[in-house]
């Protein structure tokens, strides 16, 4: 361990659960020598496209609150759509404000998409750089692959379709997010049974290391279309609950 004034400690443990996203637990587990091939790789994010929508007022004859319409993913439907308003930007604080009703209602679109885990996909140590510590930092490698193009377009064209269907119109046309922005990254310690793939065991221990687990977004071997917060802490309890089933 080292402090902040940059002071060195050994610390042993008979468990240790590393729990520090998906690209500082590999970082460290690269920077330990581990010698399994998947630490790093296979990394996945959620595709993000964003576009503004706004709509008249005068074609409601109903009193219009905020709006909160959600289109989940399916098996066959690789992403999901929500729809937030009216006033994008205070949605989330609406309730703590009193506003004059506007003539024009804006609305945010976002789709989240499911992407396929690939090897070249990765974090890795870069060698020319380091952290104040001295400690090597990372350099990311990301694409989407044409499966993923194909998830991403076939997004697009269902918020522009929703819009149509709804009387919407598009005043920002549907855009997708640079990767990165969404900090729904995954996959970089990924669970799995075969250690040539995988980091770590189903209960997120690291192949062949005894004691040494991993309990965040780096275990899901891919995410789904929505936020993967809820399915991370189910992991972690479900890991917790495996160590101490063994002690």
């Given at each position: 361990?080292?402090?902040s004034?940059?002071?060195?400690?050994?610390?042993?443990a008979?468990?240790v659960?590393?729990?520090?996203?998906?690209?500082?637990?590999?970082?460290?587990?690269?920077?330990?020598?581990?010698?399994l091939?998947?630490?790093?790789?296979?990394?996945?994010?959620q595709?993000?496209?964003?576009a503004?929508?706004k709509v008249?007022?005068?074609?409601f004859?109903?009193v219009?609150?905020?709006?909160s319409?959600?289109?989940?993913?399916?098996?066959?439907r690789?992403?999901?759509?929500?729809l937030?308003?009216t006033?994008?930007?205070?949605?989330w604080?609406?309730?703590?404000k009193?506003?004059?009703?506007?003539?024009?209602?804006r609305?945010?679109y976002?789709?989240?998409?499911t992407?396929?885990?690939?090897?070249?996909?990765?974090?890795?140590?870069d060698p020319?750089?380091?952290?104040?510590?001295?400690?090597?930092?990372l350099s990311?490698?990301?694409?989407?692959?044409?499966?993923?193009?194909?998830?991403i377009?076939?997004?697009?064209?269902?918020?522009?379709?929703?819009?149509?269907a709804?009387?919407?119109?598009?005043y920002d046309?549907?855009?997708?997010?640079?990767?990165g922005?969404?900090?729904?990254?995954?996959g970089?310690?990924?669970?799995?049974?075969?250690?040539?793939?995988?980091?770590?065991?189903?209960?997120?221990q690291?192949?062949g290391?005894?004691g040494?687990y991993?309990?965040?977004?780096?275990?899901?071997?891919?995410?789904?279309?929505?936020?993967?917060?809820?399915?991370?802490?189910?992991?972690?309890?479900?890991?917790?609950?495996?160590?101490?089933?063994?002690t």
């Open positions: 361990m080292i402090t004034d940059h002071k060195t400690y050994n610390i042993q008979k468990t659960i590393l729990s520090a996203s998906a690209f500082e637990t590999p970082r460290i587990l690269l920077n330990s020598d581990i010698p091939e998947a630490i790093g790789k296979y990394l996945v994010n595709p993000t496209v964003v503004s929508a008249k007022r005068k074609l004859g109903e219009l609150g905020n709006a319409i959600m289109i989940p993913s399916t098996a066959d690789k992403y999901m759509i929500f937030l308003g006033d994008p930007l205070d949605y604080w609406y309730h703590y009193e506003k004059r009703l506007q003539n024009e209602l609305l945010k976002f789709g989240l998409a992407i396929e885990p690939r090897f070249e996909n990765q974090v890795r140590l020319d750089r380091r952290d104040s510590y001295g400690v090597p930092l990311v490698q990301f694409s989407y692959s044409e499966q993923d193009k194909a998830v377009r076939e997004l697009t064209a269902s918020i522009r379709a929703s819009a149509t709804m009387g919407l119109e598009l046309n549907p855009s997708l997010l640079p990767p922005l969404d900090n729904h990254e995954a970089t310690c990924r669970m799995g049974d075969n250690p040539a793939t995988s980091a770590t065991n189903r209960y997120g690291i192949h290391v005894p040494l991993v309990a965040d977004n780096s275990a899901q071997p891919l995410t789904g279309a929505a936020n993967p917060t809820l399915t991370t802490v189910a992991l972690a309890i479900r890991t917790v609950d495996h160590i101490l089933e063994q």
